[in-house]
């Protein structure tokens, strides 16, 4: 029954060569997150999108895109992978962060190799 | 835009001790605190959280603390066991308001039987 479906668990991809990672949720959460997380440090927010509404975090390269068609779905899109762009892939939702009883749920990540 | 600070990075201890893991954040506003456990390959997922209308909250083996005036909280497992092992990170957040968590760095915990 997992709420916060990652596609796919493992990506290896060429340096340069588009690729698309997935997400999917059965929650019917509001906010939709993608966040980076590289070997030993915290995930670190990309951008997240609140309905339809994409907010981009200040220091998100441009390498990195996002497109949310509805609520189920949401994808990050890497123009150009570059070798330092190898990392574990988190996305996430929750509700309305405006809300009290908001809890951040997590896929369980594409791990994204760069070759 | 808020800043948390974790320590320490690292932390062993012997079955049966207790851990404290120690965060503080940068902005007043923030009023919402979860911690996250994240065990190898997996992902994070809520162990506990406090809003800022308590001080301290706990669950079983597990107890957050929240100074607000020092804007800093703090993680309490006691009783550790060898399945405690993993990383766990703390974050802020603004409920009531918006936006969105921000992460500390992360404290791997390594529970030795």
New interface residues.
């Given amino acids: 029954d997992a709420m916060v479906i990652q596609n796919p668990r493992y990506q290896v991809t060429q340096f340069g060569k588009p690729v698309t990672l997935s997400c999917s949720q059965t929650l019917n959460h509001n906010v939709m997150y993608w966040y980076q997380q590289k070997s030993s440090q915290a995930p670190k927010l990309l951008f997240h999108y609140y309905d339809k509404d994409f907010n981009n975090e200040a220091d998100t390269p441009d390498n990195f895109q996002s497109r949310r068609p509805n609520t189920s779905f949401c994808f990050l899109d890497i123009r150009s992978p570059g070798l330092g762009d190898a990392a574990m892939y988190l996305c996430a939702t929750s509700r309305d962060p405006g809300r009290w009883d908001t809890e951040a749920f997590f896929g369980q990540g594409t791990r994204l190799t760069v070759v | 835009g808020e800043n948390v600070e974790?320590h320490p990075s690292t932390l062993s201890v012997q079955e049966g001790d207790s851990a404290v893991i120690k965060c503080t954040y940068s902005d007043s506003a923030s009023n919402?605190f979860?911690w996250y456990k994240q065990e190898l390959g997996?992902?994070?997922?809520?162990i506990i959280?406090i809003?800022s209308n308590v001080g301290e909250k706990k669950d079983q083996r597990i107890a957050v603390t929240l100074n607000k005036t020092a804007k800093h909280f703090s993680l309490h497992i006691t009783e550790t066991q060898p399945e405690d092992s993993a990383?766990y990170?703390c974050a802020a957040?603004?409920?009531?308001?918006?936006?969105?968590?921000?992460?500390?760095?992360?404290t791997?915990l390594l529970v030795s039987p």
Avoid at chain 2, 42 to 46: C, D, G, I, N, V
Avoid at chain 2, 93 to 106: E, I, M
């Fill in positions: 974790q919402y979860p997996k992902r994070p997922q809520l959280d809003r990383v990170f957040s603004t409920l009531g308001g918006y936006s969105t968590l921000t992460f500390g760095k992360g791997m």
